[in-house]
């Protein structure tokens, strides 16, 4: 969805008070300034990366069914601590979704909240760890202005959920504004102080017009409920379990965090009946209703738009590649090679629910003519449109990591990243950690005018301090020197044949990518990974080593079930680790 920015009426000193509440709000900043910053291109956001001695940048960017039925969730016999509670903010994309499914897509077209800041590689994280600058807050003003034109210009999204509002409504029309709306913005019942608390800024916006428009006051009202902590913070605080010895979330916490983590935004005023009924307090519960969420079409798109995060999908357009070097690519091939990648994702997850590991061993892949040609595969005929094809046997290619996505993503300007695309897989595949470099280490390569990039960087292996770190990482990236920067074959580096086999300890031997990628499907880590991941990108927190024993227990269920990630989604929302917090952070 394009956004737009709409020109910001005078507003009154009244409309901002409640945002003085944000900055105390926002002091949940990590006092260590600890974590990575990430960037993508295009995106606002910003990332610092170890250097990658090929010339790049070498980090992963520029970016059983645990049910333990009472009516809380009993004890904990997986031995888990769960994720702190606390507080986070909306990200950008939930603040957009839940303004269109609480007041229609005009009202989401108008809305410009401020960009992310991922740490971690995620949007979420930095949306629970960063207070908001002074700037953000008036941001979020002219955001919530600009929505509350565009619901006055089309009233009818509105009207449907409170039918009062009208040019000639009175003033108890404020308050079933307030009780109304407020409670699917806030996500919970107002108390009455709230209510009246929010009705008097639509009744003073009233006076303040000129011809005392009931529809001037309204505006005021609902820039007042957008701009309030309540609105822009998820609170996940709980109430004590004596059964777990943790906390549960209430029923709307619990409704707000599912919804948020299965469809994209606000929960529905259905789901808030629910929760504020009992219909959320045991895990079979949990389990029923988020069985009918993921079959809801909006889950296809939060999950598109946790892949498009995870996977680096959404700043293909504006990868940085040398013109010169790399003339056919543009920021068109960037957004086909994103579409190749979804509808790879889409194939496996929705339309066949398979193994989710096919995405790092499937022998197919999804192309148009411009894609086919990039590759060297035979061109489907089929023009813009994307068919599904086999790799061809010569290709070597199998997954997402033989896909254009990955393959420029995790690449520099000018040439490969063999220790970047290693890093990628490691970090974000496996989860596993890897250690920064010795800031003694000399990052540069070797003289070598004859030498491929791979023996430059295996000779830079050898020098002192670098075999730690890079010898995890570059035997990985060496499986892809058979594609080129943006994905393209290539079977010669400087006059040699390309060599792809390579080995690590705890991972396995190949001989090319199409192995690699056997070899990662069949790793169990894999899907643990997806696991930690889905929980920074939808959570904004990552697993402490106290709650692994609960991601791993989570993982015994994704592989009992074929490693459905449709069945993934509904077991994380009723498991234990998902419902249950620790003391707020």
């Known amino acids: 969805m394009k956004l737009r920015t709409r020109n910001l009426s005078t507003s009154r000193p009244l409309v901002t008070l409640g945002l003085l509440a944000l900055v105390a709000a926002g002091c949940n900043e990590d006092p260590s300034g600890a974590g990575e910053t990430d960037t993508e291109s295009g995106t606002g956001n910003s990332e610092t990366m170890p250097t990658d001695p090929s010339g790049t940048m070498s980090g992963t960017d520029s970016d059983t ?43 989401a077209a108008a809305a410009n909240p401020p960009a992310d800041i991922a740490q971690e ?53 404020y308050r079933e504004v307030a009780t109304t709306l407020g409670r699917f913005a806030y996500r919970r019942s107002l108390a009455a102080d709230e209510i009246e608390s929010i009705a008097a800024v639509g009744a003073a916006g009233q006076q303040w017009a000129d011809d005392g428009a009931f529809m001037t006051g309204l505006r005021y009202e609902l820039m007042a409920i957008l701009q309030a902590p309540s609105f822009l913070y998820i609170q996940e605080v709980g109430e004590a379990d004596d059964g777990s010895g943790y906390r549960h979330l209430t029923g709307v916490e619990l409704a707000s965090r599912m919804s948020f983590f299965l469809t994209g935004h606000t929960p529905t005023l259905e789901l808030l009946d629910a929760a504020e009924s009992g219909q959320l307090d045991t895990a079979e519960q949990v389990r029923a209703q988020a069985v009918q969420m993921v079959a ?3 889950a296809r798109t939060a999950l598109e738009g946790f892949f498009s995060e995870a996977l680096r999908l959404r700043s293909l357009a504006d990868a940085p590649k040398n013109a010169e070097v790399f003339p056919e690519f543009s920021p068109e091939l960037g957004e086909m090679m994103k579409d190749e990648t ?15 590991r096919e995405i790092f061993n499937a022998r197919h892949t999804y192309v148009n003519d411009a894609l086919a040609e990039l590759y060297g595969i035979p061109s489907p005929g089929t023009g ?23 393959l ?34 000399d990052l540069e390569l070797p003289d070598g005018e004859d030498l491929t990039l791979k023996e430059l960087l295996e000779m830079h292996l050898d020098q002192p301090g670098c075999a730690s770190c890079h010898g995890l990482t570059d035997p990985l990236g060496f499986a892809f020197e058979r594609y080129s920067a943006i994905g393209a074959l290539r079977l010669m580096d400087n006059g040699k044949p390309v060599e792809t086999d390579g080995e690590v300890a705890g991972i396995g031997m190949w001989n090319d990518a199409r192995e690699l990628g056997d070899v990662l499907a069949a790793d169990p ?10 929980m920074r990108g939808s959570l904004g927190q990552s697993p402490s080593e106290e709650s692994l024993p609960g991601v791993e227990d989570l993982g015994l269920t994704f592989a009992d079930t074929g490693y459905s990630v449709q069945s993934l989604l509904v077991e994380m929302a009723a498991h234990p680790l998902f419902r249950l917090v620790d003391e707020p952070k």
């Open 121 to 173: 590689g995620f949007d979420a994280v930095g949306a629970s760890i960063l207070a908001l600058p002074a700037d953000t807050i008036e941001l979020y003003e002219r955001s919530a202005a600009a929505v509350a034109d565009a619901v006055l210009e089309s009233p009818a999204e509105l009207q449907a959920l409170v039918p009062c509002v009208s040019e000639n409504a009175n003033a108890a029309c």
């Open 65 to 107: 069914d645990g049910d333990t039925d009472s009516d809380t969730d009993g004890p904990n016999p997986e031995g888990f601590v769960p994720l702190p509670g606390g507080m986070r903010k909306l990200t950008s994309r939930e603040y957009t979704a839940s303004i269109d499914v609480m007041l229609g897509d005009a009202a």
């Open 296 to 298: 809801n079409p909006e």
């Open 525 to 534: 880590r894999t899907g643990d990974c997806l696991i930690e991941n889905l």
């Open 408 to 441: 420029t993503w995790q690449s520099g300007p000018l040439r490969n990243s063999p220790t970047k695309r290693g890093l990628y897989i490691q970090e974000r595949i496996l989860c596993s950690d890897i250690p920064p470099p010795d800031p003694s280490v």
């Open 342 to 356: 979804l509808l790879l994702l889409y194939d496996v997850v929705w339309d066949r629910d398979a193994d989710f």
């Open 384 to 406: 813009e449109l994307f068919a599904r094809v086999d790799w061809p046997d010569d290709q070597l290619r199998a997954g997402y990591t033989s896909q254009g996505s990955f």
